[in-house]
Each structure stands twice: as C-alpha cells, then as structure tokens.
C-alpha cells in the first residue's frame, strides 16, 4: 500500500531545512511545510482524537512545535517521520485531556433516508469501537489502515521494531472486530 504522507524526497527536504535556517526565508519555508503536512496531520489527530474540535487544537499544538523546533531539527529521522512523532504524541496527549464522559463526535455524511442513517449508525458504532482500544492500537491502526503507512514507516514514526508494528496491528484488527461484533 502506497503512503498517502506528502512526499518531500531528501533533496526538497534539505532545502526546505536550509531555507528554514536563513532568516530571511524561515516564513516562507514554514507556510510551505504547512500547506504540505496540514491535512495529513488533521487527519491523523482527528482519526486518533475522535473529534474534530480536538484533532484541530491538536494540529495548531503541532505546527505550533514544529515551527518553534524545526531550526533545531537534526535530520536524524526523515522531516515527516518527525512531524508525524509530534502529531502521535500531541493528538495522544489532547484525548487523555478530555473527558471521560464526552462523546466522541465521528464525521458523518447529513441528510435523511434510510441509506444515510444506516451509514452515520455505522460510522458511530466504527468510533465507538476504536475508542475503545488501547492507545498503541489505535494509533497502529490508524497509521496503516486510514494514513496507508507502511509496517516499516509506522515503526520509524512510533519508534519501535518492525515486528512490534505488525503484533500490535493484528492486536487492533482482533479487538476492534471483537468490539464491532459486541456492538451489533
């Protein structure tokens, strides 16, 4: 499965990072870096927050530490591996905040009929259930099946083996299909 994250090749990255360091053209590469990586890592904290409302202060959270970290950036890791460490912790961070008794709020198609309501019931019974998993299953998940990342993108990002991805994503499939057929 091919990922689905902005693809800056080494090349446009190091510009990027060599614009970054020159005062003169730190904006500019930042709104550039933000245009690129905003609806990946909205969609990213929305799929692990569960709510709009969260997933979006969690992505102004992100971008907020991007800009202020990204002169300091090393380049040890990839520039959307690291970006997308700082959206796992920052959208992780912002759901513990919440609390227990508020719903979560899954984007769902409006209108009527029967078609729409049976897709807005399954689209709540489908976050209900994933937010009933463990947080290390959720994100696995989240990054494979809804971001199409790669077993091995996914550990550089979670900073674990590979082997630790695909015990982790076969945890979530079981226990997200234990917890969709409870809910039937």
Do not use: N
């Amino acid at each position: 499965m091919a990922s689905r994250l902005p693809a800056l090749d080494a090349a446009a990255e190091a510009a990027l990072l060599a614009e970054v360091r020159r005062p003169a053209g730190r904006d500019a590469a930042f709104r550039a870096l933000f245009e690129a990586y905003r609806a990946p890592v909205l969609a990213l904290c929305l799929h692990l927050t569960g709510s709009r409302t969260d997933a979006e202060d969690a992505m102004q959270e992100v971008f907020l530490a991007v800009h202020s970290a990204l002169p300091r950036f090393r380049g040890e890791a990839r520039l959307t591996t690291w970006i997308y460490r700082i959206a796992l912790r920052t959208a992780l961070r912002t759901r513990a905040r919440r609390r227990p008794s508020e719903p979560l709020d899954p984007e769902t198609p409006g209108g009527g009929g029967e078609e729409a309501m049976r897709a807005r019931l399954e689209a709540r019974h489908l976050a209900a259930a994933l937010a009933r998993l463990p947080a290390e299953q959720r994100a696995v998940l989240s990054l494979f099946a809804l971001d199409g990342l790669g077993h091995r993108e996914i550990a550089d990002i979670l900073g674990v083996p590979e082997g630790t991805v695909w015990s982790r994503l076969h945890g979530a499939r079981k226990r997200l299909a234990a917890e969709l057929g409870r809910e039937r």
